[in-house]
């Protein structure tokens, strides 16, 4: 089948190329391409989003895409309540909506090319930041699994647990202003709470009451 490049074709190939390139130079020193830059991982999936639009452009129904991307924008949307919070997932919707009124307007207008390329984009950032947060969370629990062994491990060799994690080494030190852990009275035990897209809004773990979700 003959594929007719036209301007817009031609400009939207040029940008899956761009993007990955630029995508690349991000994780360049870095070591771990998966989660090493999350700009780099946003660039990536904008680039795969908008070669995926170029296929269904070419050979597929559009009004089908603009459906499968408004649902996996709901989905990203459902999942921010567990990443950002409770007002803060509310405010992401609201900007979602906003920013889908763009490409409402130029389908109302019959620019369908133009709409279906905005619309992905935006679909291709919501949608990547969650992913984005979804890695980070993964990350973060597991640190936290450990932190709370350690604790644990602590009580058993001395019969208290640590008053800080002054002696425990993080994975990555780069999460350590995400944790906050607690021996005060309140806390019974110990407390220890990490936030993932939103310091308002956490994960918590006492030793009588496990893991429980603040949502602001």
């Not at 490409?103 to 992905?120: D, G, K």
């Not at 291709?124 to 491990?153: D, K, N, P, T």
């Amino acid at each position: 089948m003959a594929v007719t490049v036209t301007p817009v074709r031609a400009v939207m190939l040029w940008g899956v190329f761009s993007l990955l390139l630029l995508s690349l130079v991000g994780w360049l020193g870095r070591s771990t391409v998966l989660v090493g830059s999350a700009f780099s991982n946003l660039l990536l999936v904008c680039a795969i989003g908008l070669g995926i639009v170029f296929i269904f452009m070419t050979y597929a129904n559009r009004t089908a895409w603009l459906i499968l991307l408004l649902i996996a924008e709901l989905l990203a949307i459902a999942f921010s309540y567990y990443t950002l919070g409770d007002i803060t997932s509310k405010l992401f919707f609201f900007l979602a909506v906003c920013l889908n009124l763009i490409p409402v307007l130029m389908w109302s207008l019959q620019r369908s090319n133009t709409a279906l390329i905005i619309a992905t984009i935006i679909a291709a950032i919501i949608v990547s930041y969650q992913v984005i947060l979804g890695i980070r969370w993964f990350r973060l629990h597991q640190e936290a699994s450990q932190i709370v062994a350690y604790a644990h491990q602590i009580k058993q060799e001395t019969g208290t647990y640590p008053k800080n994690l002054t002696a425990y080494t993080f994975q990555d030190s780069g999460w350590q202003t995400h944790f906050n852990y607690s021996t005060t009275a309140a806390c019974e035990d110990f407390c220890l709470r990490y936030y993932i897209g939103s310091p308002n809004t956490g994960y918590h773990y006492q030793p009588t009451h496990g893991w429980f979700y603040e949502d602001d």
